[in-house]
């Protein structure tokens, strides 16, 4: 073949490879990408002012201004495409609805747009239902867990109000309620009674981003609630000082008798402060105080809400030995320990009620006659060997 053909046949392939290539190419789909702008701020000027030339831009300098907690603003829009005036309404409009900080603290926000030359100046004026330091206090997280951690500390300090901004579809109101019962539920040692919470989101529950506002009522001042902590933590130290090296079954066995034996009064009270220290308590404060001696012994305890001839009735459930058992603390008062200690999923349900479906399967083979009975082995055996001591000497 010539030169000129090979020439005319490379020319051919480089031009089917080429519409291949655009074959495949206009295949393709598209996608339309809006450019992202970050306001410009202009230090200089003496009100917040900001450059932007995109509707992000626009949004971004107000969004800005908000979390400043900037009263005023002015916005420039330098060659900007698109209505200015529509576009500033839209805005102020939306960041005061979807934005989280403009949803929780503004209450609203007035423009005014005029042409100066060759940009468009806006002036902004912020009227907040918050105050700057409220605002700024809004504390930011990342997780659920992050979320608990500063419902505990809140309740457990005495707060009254707290504010985060989180940015995970877990934090929902299905989450959060119930939380701050449950902590104090199982540290009866860090808060004196319990507190109550209302949560409020900005802008939705069901949004990514959000500020979830918590409100806090206590019963009482946090200073009288730390002053009974005080006295509660150290009448419970003393109580247990003695059966912590214990095997897990004698510490049910012990605080069980502990909490029955400090009831002097089985009516009235529902905290452990009223079932230890004042010695006058319900089944909630008995079933709070052998929560808290637990604690101390370190045996695994969690309070159990049900229902006992139809009234509200509360319990523990115990752990011993990689099996759980349930303990009604407040049934034991003036009644023989098997009443209420040591029981069976089955030997309870023939009286109470509960949802199971919350709490561990109680099945252990353990009894209060089996605790009761080793327990004075134990003791006569001990008693026996002290006697013989004494003497030998």
């Not at 809140?154 to 504010?163: D, I, K, P, V, Y």
């Not at 009674?193 to 209302?198: D, E, L, Q």
């Not at 305890?301 to 099996?323: F, K, M, P, T």
């Not at 080793?374 to 003497?391: F, V």
């Amino acid at each position: 073949m010539s030169r000129s053909g090979i020439a005319r046949l490379a020319g051919v392939a480089a031009l089917m490879l080429l519409l291949c290539a655009c074959g495949r190419l206009f295949n393709k789909e598209y996608v339309s990408i809006t450019r992202h702008e970050e306001p410009t701020e202009m230090g200089a000027a003496e009100v917040p002012t900001f450059e932007v030339h995109t509707y992000i831009g626009l949004k971004n300098a107000v969004q800005s201004l908000i979390s400043a907690a900037a009263e005023t603003g002015t916005i420039r829009a330098v060659d900007y495409s698109g209505s200015v005036q529509d576009d500033v309404s839209k805005v102020c409009q939306d960041v005061t609805r979807d934005f989280p900080m403009g949803a929780y603290a503004v209450e609203y926000i007035s423009q005014t747009v005029n042409r100066i030359l060759s940009y468009y100046e806006i002036k902004l004026r912020i009227s907040y239902h918050l105050t700057a330091e409220e605002i700024q206090s809004v504390r930011s997280v990342t997780t659920l867990g992050d979320v608990y951690n500063m419902m505990e500390l809140s309740a457990a300090n005495g707060t009254e109000h707290l504010a985060v901004q989180v940015s995970s579809l877990s934090v929902t109101e299905r989450a959060l309620s119930g939380y701050v019962e449950a902590f104090y539920r199982k540290h009866p040692e860090l808060i004196a009674s319990m507190p109550s919470v209302r949560i409020t989101f900005y802008p939705a529950e069901d949004t990514v981003t959000k500020i979830v506002n918590f409100d806090f009522s206590y019963r009482e001042s946090h200073s009288s609630g730390q002053e009974k902590l005080e006295a509660l933590n150290q009448t419970a130290e003393a109580m247990t000082a003695e059966y912590r090296e214990l095997e897990e079954w004698e510490k049910a066995l012990l605080l069980c008798t502990t909490v029955t034996k400090s009831i002097l009064n089985n009516v009235g009270g529902d905290t452990a402060y009223d079932a230890l220290v004042m010695g006058a308590a319900g089944s909630e404060g008995c079933a709070m105080a052998y929560q808290l001696l637990c604690n101390l012994c370190s045996l695994e305890c969690q309070v159990v809400e049900g229902r006992l001839a139809g009234a509200r009735r509360y319990w523990n459930i115990v752990r011993i030995d990689h099996s759980y058992y349930h303990v009604d603390t407040y049934a034991c008062i003036g009644n023989p320990l098997a009443e209420g200690f040591l029981l069976s999923d089955d030997e309870l349900r023939l009286r109470y009620w509960w949802d199971v479906s919350k709490y561990p399967v109680c099945d252990g083979e353990l009894s209060a006659q089996y605790a009761l009975e080793a327990w004075l082995q134990k003791t006569n055996a001990l008693a026996q060997a002290q006697a013989e001591s004494a003497a030998g000497e």
